[in-house]
């Protein structure tokens, strides 16, 4: 069975300071992988996709970026976090081939103070 | 870009009534549209889902009529419970691969004993 991990599960951090969060899918090869980021109570609002290691597109301009550094995992990161980056960022995963239903990580929740 | 508008915002009911969850799209491009929830706590779940080509779905209490003229669909549950309370998201995969996804803003369900 696949499963999807997030970490760190949530994060307290300064405006200015460096961020990373990391996802990791286990049990399936070449998943397609998207970053999403959602403020509270609010919609998802998606940041990134990726088909293939080493390939990622961004959907919207949020001062981050994301690498694919492995098959089976995706990195979210900026140098300097802004205040508007408090959220919670959810990783997913999809079949190879064309976008599918997603399936959903548990989520790092981020205040940026 | 593709724009996804869902309505209500909120809907409170008493056990045993039905629903009617509204969301409308913009881009005739659209062609894959999965409904997911999340509950308190729990990962955001895919839940159903209906393509382009399809005006209708079916799976337990859970029925998705979606309009392609119009650029509709519905989401009907019956015979709600207590377990169903949740935020409802409606989304559209667009671009090229359908990997480009939009979220409707959600729909607040709270269903009372």
């Known amino acids: 069975a696949q499963t999807i991990h997030q970490w760190p599960v949530a994060e307290i951090k300064a405006v200015g300071s460096p961020l990373s969060l990391g996802c990791t899918i286990k049990?399936?090869?070449?998943?397609?992988l998207y970053w999403y980021w959602q403020a509270t109570g609010g919609t998802l609002q998606q940041l990134f996709y990726?088909?293939?290691?080493?390939?990622v597109e961004s959907v919207v301009q949020l001062n981050l970026s994301a690498s694919r550094p492995k098959d089976d995992q995706f990195i979210l990161s900026t140098e300097k976090l802004l205040l508007s980056h408090s959220g919670f960022y959810l990783c997913?995963?999809?079949?190879?081939?064309?976008?599918?239903?997603?399936?959903f990580g548990p989520g790092t929740r981020l205040l940026v103070l | 870009g593709e724009q996804v508008e869902q309505l209500p915002s909120s809907l409170i009911v008493q056990e045993g009534a039905s629903v009617l969850i509204n969301c409308s799209y913009t881009?005739?491009?659209?062609?894959?549209f999965p409904w997911y929830k999340q509950e308190p706590g729990k990962r955001l779940q895919f839940i159903i889902d209906?393509?382009?080509?399809?005006e209708r779905k079916q799976t337990q209490r859970l029925t998705l009529l979606f309009d392609k003229k119009t650029k509709h669909l519905s989401l009907h549950i019956t015979a709600t419970q207590p377990g169903d309370s949740a935020i409802y998201f409606c989304?559209?995969?667009?671009?090229?691969?359908?990997?480009?996804?939009?979220f409707g803003s959600g729909t607040r369900l709270l269903v009372s004993p």
């Open positions: 997913a995963w999809s079949p190879p081939g064309q976008g599918d239903t997603q399936y």
């Open positions: 049990g399936k090869s070449s998943p397609n």
């Open positions: 990726s088909i293939t290691v080493g390939q």
């Open positions: 881009d005739s491009a659209s062609v894959y």
């Open positions: 209906i393509r382009s080509n399809m």
């Open positions: 989304s559209a995969s667009s671009g090229t691969g359908g990997y480009k996804v939009v």
